[in-house]
């Protein structure tokens, strides 16, 4: 049983602090002043000591700074409590080494997760059962912290760092960023909120065993679709090492809903080539806007998630699953040029879907120049989202497999060459600089969403 040392002089607040800790299976001592501390310390083997900081003789500061050397030799974390009418540099004493601050006055909750969390203690069992996902904890330090449950791995287990609604300074998570954690995690309907992307998935952890083997086995398609496709050869490795981790987290709140799930499963069904080709057209959507700076998670995710559903009218076999879109016949190219439209129907009746979504499913076979289908828009009137996408499509499409730089050249080229009206040359240009190809002249006074901030 892990021991915890406690030191305030506010013996009420002590005792308390030790009762709400021993009901959850800690062994405690507590004293109220650091000389009596120090001899708990050096007689017998404590785990951890929380401390006050004002305190008569000498403060919690001082004791820390005076044990410190000793504490980090035994690996024993340190947790002040703090006042909100002291002043404390919680920067710099974090950077002196202290590992947590708790705030008077605190809910004993408050306390239990820190204790658990620097304990390592047991996973929570109200999201033991759940999918977590990764952010950036970086990325997460630029946005409101104090909505959601965040977690931290710890040792393989998912331990929490605080509840919704309390209390999480920056310091906090800057203190973990500089120790080299370099992540949280946040359950599945807390990402979907995180993300904007707020489709029904309250039902997400009460999935079946079949079903959860059936959403591997869809994910494990996508997987070995981006492995054949020698992406991950022929682009910067740190690219694809983002564009993987943002396409995993989106691709698998698509699962949490089961109406997309099954339509994205239908059509992986009835066609693998669309499906696949969906799945590269994602992905390489995500490294282009990975490229551009566009990287908030609502960007990231809608990009994604529409690129990987656009398709999706396709799913109900109209005698075209097993051909490419050049070989219909009129007759078929009539049909086909339905899907959009199905796509649109189809995506529109889940609840909360995003708008970008079905801006890209009706817009998305759309070109530059008016002359695409089903309703022959001009540029202005397309969704940028939808312009992306139009011409990852194409270029998907037209290449001889995605397995080596001389193919994709020959492609891109002749897209510049014969295309370059019908596509944006925004994502030309990119294309060629994602693949390490040098980009053709007619393309060096192309600007790029990263010096415009938008797709002209």
């Not at 974390?77 to 008077?104: C, I, Q, W």
């Not at 946040?186 to 979907?192: Q, V």
């Not at 078929?332 to 499913?361: G, R, T």
Request: proline fraction near 3%; include cysteine.
């Amino acid at each position: 049983m892990k021991h915890i040392l406690i030191v305030d002089d506010e013996i009420d607040l002590a005792e308390s602090v030790s009762t709400f800790l021993e009901a959850h299976n800690y062994k405690t001592t507590f004293c109220d002043n650091v000389e009596a501390a120090l001899q708990k310390l050096h007689s017998q083997p404590i785990d951890l000591i929380i401390s006050d900081i004002k305190m008569p003789k000498h403060d919690g500061v001082v004791f820390y700074e005076n044990i410190k050397a000793e504490i980090k030799q035994k690996n024993i974390p340190f947790v002040l409590m703090t006042g909100h009418s002291e002043k404390v540099n919680m920067r710099a004493a974090y950077e002196m080494g202290v590992d947590e601050f708790v705030s008077k006055p605190f809910d004993m909750d408050d306390m239990r997760l820190v204790v658990n969390l620097l304990l390592q203690g047991n996973p929570d069992e109200d999201h033991a059962h759940q999918k977590f996902y990764k952010i950036s904890l970086k990325e997460f330090l630029q946005t409101s912290a104090n909505n959601y449950d965040i977690f931290l791995k710890i040792n393989g287990n998912f331990l929490c760092l605080v509840k919704k609604g309390q209390e999480l300074l920056p310091e906090r998570l800057l203190n973990y960023y500089r120790k080299g954690m370099e992540s949280i995690y946040l359950t599945a309907i807390d990402f979907a909120r995180y993300i904007d992307m707020q489709v029904d998935i309250s039902n997400s952890v009460k999935n079946k065993p079949l079903q959860k083997v059936k959403k591997i086995q869809l994910f494990n398609h996508f997987c070995k679709t981006l492995a054949e496709s020698a992406l991950q050869q022929n682009i910067d490795k740190d690219l694809y090492e983002k564009a993987y981790s943002s396409f995993e987290n989106y691709t698998q709140v698509s699962f949490d809903n089961g109406d997309l799930y099954n339509l994205i499963n239908l059509l992986k069904n009835s066609n693998k080539e669309a499906s696949s080709r969906s799945v590269l057209v994602s992905f390489l959507a995500v490294v282009i806007f990975q490229q551009w700076g566009w990287t908030s998670p609502r960007q990231l995710s809608r990009i994604s998630l529409a690129a990987l559903l656009c398709d999706v009218g396709l799913g109900d076999d109209l005698g075209l699953a097993e051909k490419h879109i050049s070989d219909l016949t009129a007759e078929e190219m009539k049909l086909y040029e339905k899907h959009p439209l199905q796509s649109y129907m189809l995506l529109s009746k889940i609840k909360n879907i995003p708008q970008e979504i079905l801006y890209v499913a009706v817009q998305h076979h759309e070109n530059e120049i008016g002359l695409g289908f089903p309703h022959r828009l001009s540029k202005l009137k397309l969704h940028p989202y939808a312009r992306v996408i139009h011409a990852l499509s194409t270029f998907v499409e037209r290449v001889e497999g995605i397995n080596s730089k001389a193919s994709v050249k020959e492609c891109l080229d002749t897209l510049l060459g014969f295309e370059q009206k019908l596509i944006s040359q925004q994502v030309l240009k990119t294309l060629y600089m994602i693949f390490d190809i040098p980009v053709p002249k007619e393309l060096n006074k192309t600007l790029l969403p990263t010096d415009t901030s938008r797709l002209t």
